[in-house]
């Protein structure tokens, strides 16, 4: 959609991957440049959301984005969407597939992460997920039991294995998809979701269109926002996959490609 002179909207909403893209890898950390650039964004009213596959609590409370004052989350790769509020939208697992994990997990063990809204729990641990929860500098979820899938609303379930067990044990979910982005493990989602699905829950309730948005990312999970919003940005460190389906490659979360990009985007 473009104006009567015909060039492109202004961008009024900028949407962030967390993991690799606001957050390194290597520090743990958002640089200041980061940092400074949303202040300065939001300066000049535009919004600012946060859209991970992480789940609410994390992003809501502590860890590496502590209690940044962003105006709505899509978590769960666009699975629970809220302000903060308002809950604007949530899209649990299907029951089916649910239980069929439950099901699955009773007969022989593996390890997988139940996420519900605000709470999470493994039905065991295992090398894999700690070696995930180094990378993100976070604590391994509880082991708790697993059973307690069968009763609340699952947003996302992951699968601490070999893509080959995965997809194994995918082809008996008919209700979901599995994004991986890294070889230790998968995020399971009910079949038709995706961040844009959640962005777009959000843009309805703050009444933007898409061509007003520009989202950032840098894996797989981050493919259908980068090719939908009005302009996709990937990071520097990005897949190549990613870096194809962007309008803007910047520099890598290390070397100050958020701040690169607003400057490129005629935000800063």
């Not at 609590?57 to 590496?64: I, K, N, S, T, Y």
């Not at 994990?101 to 519900?116: G, H, I, K």
């Not at 999970?221 to 309008?247: K, S, T």
Request: glycine share 8%.
């Amino acid at each position: 959609m473009c104006n009567r002179e015909g060039r492109r909207p202004p961008i009024r909403a900028l949407f962030f991957d967390v993991d690799g893209t606001l957050v390194s890898f290597a520090t743990h950390t958002v640089p200041k440049s980061a940092l400074d650039a949303l202040a300065a964004a939001r300066e000049k009213g535009i919004l600012l959301f946060a859209a991970s596959g992480r789940r609410a609590g994390p992003l809501r409370q502590g860890g590496a984005l502590g209690e940044y004052p962003f105006d709505g989350f899509v978590t769960t790769n666009g699975q629970y969407c809220y302000t903060p509020t308002q809950e604007i939208y949530a899209n649990p697992i299907p029951r089916e597939d649910v239980n069929r994990v439950v099901d699955l997990l009773e007969q022989n063990r593996f390890p997988c992460l139940f996420v519900e809204k605000d709470r999470h729990y493994l039905s065991q641990t295992s090398p894999r997920v700690e070696q995930v929860n180094c990378q993100i500098d976070m604590e391994p979820p509880p082991v708790e039991d697993f059973r307690r899938a069968r009763l609340h609303p699952i947003y996302q379930m992951n699968f601490f294995l070999p893509a080959q067990q995965e997809r194994e044990l995918l082809a008996q979910l008919p209700h979901c998809r599995a994004i991986r982005w890294n070889d230790l493990y998968s995020d399971i989602i009910p079949k038709e979701g995706n961040k844009w699905v959640g962005i777009q829950k959000m843009l309805a309730h703050f009444s933007l269109s898409p061509q007003e948005v520009a989202a950032f990312g840098d894996g797989e999970n981050d493919l259908e926002m980068l090719r939908r919003a009005g302009i996709g940005v990937a990071m520097g460190n990005a897949d190549p996959q990613v870096r194809a389906a962007a309008d803007l490659v910047t520099a890598s979360v290390e070397e100050d490609g958020i701040a690169k990009a607003l400057q490129q985007l005629g935000i800063l």
